[in-house]
């Protein structure tokens, strides 16, 4: 009796384990999901997150064709070909200049240079890496987003 008891321990502390060990693979790979973008012949990379809109914007890189313009003082804006799956999304914490978002309610992808808030139907999409000085050019401009890692 005492043997099977210790056997399903075994049985139930290697099932945990096994689970936490896929979900930690799964963070990992999601953490190095990188992307490049790149206008006015200058280039910078980003982070993507983990959440099922970033997934499904990974899945349509490379996308070329793409123009970058101008939106308010805090942004600028490009409008994809399709609208992004909005599974997940909600209200997020910790905006800051750098990030990249998803509107939904409009299919455009928001990079923002200067503070915002969250508002309804916005779904960060990941950060930019570093210096996100090239999005306070003035100007519209071809764009391209590539899958690098």
């Known amino acids: 009796m005492r043997s099977s ?3 399903r321990r075994a ?3 290697a099932a945990l384990l096994t689970l936490g060990l896929a979900r930690s693979t799964h963070a990992q790979g999601a953490a190095s999901m990188k992307i490049r973008i790149s206008f006015n012949g200058q280039t910078m990379t980003a ?8 997934r499904d914007f990974a899945s ?8 970058i313009d101008n939106y308010a003082n805090n942004e600028k804006i ?5 609208k992004l799956t909005e599974e997940g999304s909600g209200p997020f914490g910790n905006e800051q200049p750098g990030d990249l ?13 200067a503070g915002y808030r969250w508002s309804r139907g916005l779904i960060r999409l990941g950060r930019i ?7 306070q050019t003035r100007g519209q401009f071809p764009l391209q987003i590539d899958l690098i890692g």
């Open 11 to 13: 049985a139930l502390q």
């Open 5 to 7: 008891f210790i056997t």
């Open 129 to 135: 890496d570093g210096s996100f000085d090239l999005l």
């Open 47 to 54: 982070a993507l997150e983990d959440n099922p809109s970033a």
């Open 78 to 82: 490009s409008y994809l070909p399709r």
């Open 60 to 67: 349509m890189l490379p996308l070329r064709h793409l123009t």
């Open 101 to 113: 978002c998803y509107y939904a309610p409009w299919g455009n992808l928001a990079f923002f240079h």
